[in-house]
Nanobody
């Protein structure tokens, strides 16, 4: 059974950086995609970024491209989200999720993702 655990959230000042981690276990193959999503107060869930574990290809939401970077360790057991130049509007609970797929990943609403972590809070002060 796939299990995901997020960590690394916290309070940072606007313009600062923070790196989140998603520890994954229970994968039976490389045919999984890992996505990062976030949910801000009063807003619907928003796709942030994803990585296709089989080949390392990545996807970013257009509004975040250039500030956020997704990558995994060599064993593909942890996926990171490096966040730079943080803004107050980045404040949200960040979740990682996994889907079994042989196609390159994409993040939208997250309906295709089967497994979810518990989330980690990121707060960016002004």
């Amino acid at each position: 059974e796939v299990q995901l655990v997020e960590s690394g959230g916290g309070l940072v000042q606007a313009g600062g950086s923070l790196t989140l981690a998603c520890a994954a276990s229970g994968f039976t193959s490389d045919d999984y995609n890992i996505g990062w999503f976030r949910r801000a107060p009063g807003k619907e869930r928003e796709g942030v970024s994803c990585i296709t574990l089989s080949d390392g290809s990545t996807y970013y939401a257009d509004s975040l491209k250039g500030r956020f970077t997704i990558f995994s360790n060599a064993a593909k057991t942890t996926v990171y989200l490096q966040m730079n130049s943080l803004k107050p509007e980045d404040t949200a609970v960040y979740y990682c999720a996994a889907e079994m797929s042989t196609f390159w990943c994409h993040v939208g609403s997250g309906l295709r993702y089967d497994y979810w972590g518990q989330g980690t809070q990121v707060t960016v002060s002004s």
